[in-house]
């Protein structure tokens, strides 16, 4: 079998912001809904398995369906903002869409699903049209609604299903914003029959939970008056009514209800009060075969708005639940978990958070009842916009509407050769949704956002040196590349401000405690900064992330009229171009802005609407840019002049109104490696390669003609809107160009182009790969950048790590290319591309 052409190297992405959307598996594998996909993640491997890509709109719900002799699972449920239902099934080693449950008229909030007859599957669902519907999902006959409970004006927040104790009657509890927990019970013809309401809470109920434990049935409710209730269920016997007679016995008030003429009894088993906010999630932790016996420990975990997750558990002599083990966050200006679930064998925990982060916690092996924060996938909760490597390629940074800039890189972890990539810092947490971005060096980032200033920023010395540790490098080497004697040691934000301020080393000096009740001012009582220098050997946690990773800002940027929205720096590092949002000529000029002294140094008008985008040529000698008008214009830089009083860049050629090829709007623009030509792509689904745009010394003196840019290729028509592209700096074997385009539906589509084959027929262009289902984006490409060298960030550094084989390593490598890609789906991914199979 042929070797691939796009393999994924990683996906940085995060949970969606809703409660039931992420569950962990019997044979260890994370499900979570991100965006409109559903992530498998494997939380050993620290890696994105997989995405199921099926639904339209954002996935709600997630729940694997769990197999009775708890054998890894082969079918998933996933529930979206779509009103379907999904079931997945495993068929060789891949998850396949098998089912789609289609009948609700409201978003799907929870699901859940168990084995019955056979391989038959009993679906409840959970939507905001209040309705619970009921499906037997089978080969046969598909998709079967059954039956459908209304609840009038309420709605159902989770759905639990379970089978009776020594029957194989389904039992289903529903808890919802009228403070009950309802039971229902199938009756004999496949109807669901009310069997009773649960009262005692009093406030909506969040989440529900059954687990079976030697004969009876145990059932967990959480609601937001802080309180978790467990009830118990179990079959009636003779036994029972021979102590009911006993009047003089005290017991707890048992309610009973019949089926298929066997009486149950449902009693409160005890009330766990420890939360101080809502509790919005619980999860028993999973059964285990011993002796070929199914034994549930009597474990449960809850997590909840107070930033805390709990295991709740009996205590061995009295039976009392009492808590086990807290965990949580502290401090940050977030809000709390809205899940949790426990690993197979309870040995990790996991809680996703308000803004969609994951929390990892791993029982300490060494110290007995000690858990400790781990490492986990993290990504933005929000479309990201723009993205860019760093120049020597061993970094991404990205900016999305999540308000955040992230930075991602690979860890080289001691043991293992596999490195996997992770969010190592988090330099922007702003106030405005982030919509730009440009790398100015090694070590600092101007950044756009919806207001009208741009921001410049440096990376402080805690982070050198940590991004040292992680990526496994020389921090020295690093530190005397960037002026390291006046690094500031890290930022902070001000409490009511956006700018982050720097931290220097003097600044950290803990006072002694006489000093500490002297404050010389009102100020010095509320400290302004909240960061503690890090050591890092792993990736962060998020607490961290939000706290102690921040770069600090440098630079204000002011001269535009309305928001930024597209950024962009030559290779020297010199100059910085910006554009916002506009429609007039005179706000549609690019500023250009000098990289040392950050002096506006002159504004370039030409273009009617918005710069969409805007590319330096690799030799830093024309910029392009361009527009929402459906043109664009190309930018000459002039030598200096005795006075330089001359501009130092001035128009070389553009296309006008009637010159366009392009019908619509252009959105993406890229330089070939040689800067001798750029591509266009629009939203009439056309990519172009203009050219050629050699500048040599007679173009410098001779004014009077300008030249003549014309396409130098066939109309590329890609089917769909082209969002994105960008050329390889690398070239192929034939000598000929390779580029990616990006389209609106998330595929990601590879051409190389032959500049000498033009035609009308189309034979200068080649495709040769494109992402597949699981590999594709789900919403829109924003950005497509190529890493500026051969090679995957991460392994191609022997060399200077002085291994002995670096040599054949650097050859091996070379043969890789990576390309990173930003989407509207809120993720971030990475992808190899294997040269030699082009």
Known sequence: MAAPIIETCHVACCANRTPNVVSWGRGGTVAFGTCHSVALYDPLEKRVLTLLNGHTGRVNAVKWIHKPDCAPESHLLSGGSDNCVILWEAQVGKYVQSLVCKG?????????GIYVEGSNI????????????LWLCSEAKGAECLHTLSFGSSFMMDVSLALLPGSRVPILACGGDNSQVHL?????GQQMQKAMSLQGHEDWVRGVAWASRSGELLLASCSQDCLIRVW???????MDARAEDDHDAIRMKEDIFEVMEREFAVSLETVLAGHENWVYGLHWQPPTYKGGELQQPLSLLSASMDKTMIIWAPEEGSGVWVEQVRVGEVGGNTLGFYGCQMSPDGSMIVAHAFHGALHLWCKDQDKEGQWR???VISGHFNAVLDLSWDPEGDFILSVGADQTTR???PWRKQDGRQETWHEISRPQIHGYDMQCLATVGRFRFVSGADEKVLRVFQAPRNFVENFANVFGTSSEKLLTSSDAASLPEGASTPALGLSNKAVFQGDLVSKTKGEEEQFSSISDQYQESYFHPLIMTEPPPE???LQNTLWPEVQKLYGHGFEMFCLASDSAGSVVASACKASKTEHAAVILWSASTWRQLQMLSYHTLTVTQMAFSPDARLLLAVSRDRTWSLWKRNLPGPDDTEPLFSLHAHTGKDT???TRIIWSCDWSPDSKYFATSSRDKKVIVWGPCGLDASDATDASSPPEIKPCSSVLDVGDSATAVAFCPVFCTDNSYLLAVGLECGRILLYTWCPGRQGGDGHDWNGCGETDVSQSHSLAVKRLRWRPRAGRAGRDRGEEDGQPDAGSEIERESSWLQLASASADHSVKIFNINKRAL
């Not at 229902?184 to 004999?188: A, E, F, G, I, R």
């Open 660 to 662: 366009a090829v392009h």
């Open 543 to 545: 607490d961290h992330l």
């Open 104 to 112: 609700h008229t409201g978003s799907v909030c929870a699901v859940d």
């Open 122 to 133: 009993l679906v409840a669902t959970a939507a905001s049209d209040s309705t619970v519907r």
């Open 407 to 409: 930075l991602f890189t």
């Open 373 to 375: 924060p781990g490492v």
């Open 232 to 238: 118990k269920l179990r079959a009636k016997s003779r």
């Open 184 to 188: 229902y019970v199938q009756s004999s």
